[in-house]
């Protein structure tokens, strides 16, 4: 039998799930506050999500 000296790796976890319904409710706008700076989240004609400063 032998021993294995290899460091063990850090356990990566998932960040965490949210369904954009549950953000954005039913508008297809909102603000995200970061740091003093203000972020858009929206969705665009084509359904897809875009963020912007």
């Known amino acids: ?11 990566r976890h998932s960040p965490p799930r949210v ?3 549950e953000l954005l409710g039913s508008t297809r706008e909102l603000v995200i506050l970061h740091r003093g700076e203000e972020y858009r989240l929206r969705i665009t004609g084509n359904d897809k999500l875009l963020l912007t400063k």
Request: net charge neutral; no cysteine; proline share 14%.
């Open 19 to 21: 369904y954009s319904a």
């Open 1 to 11: 039998m032998t021993e294995d000296h290899r460091p063990q790796q850090p356990r």
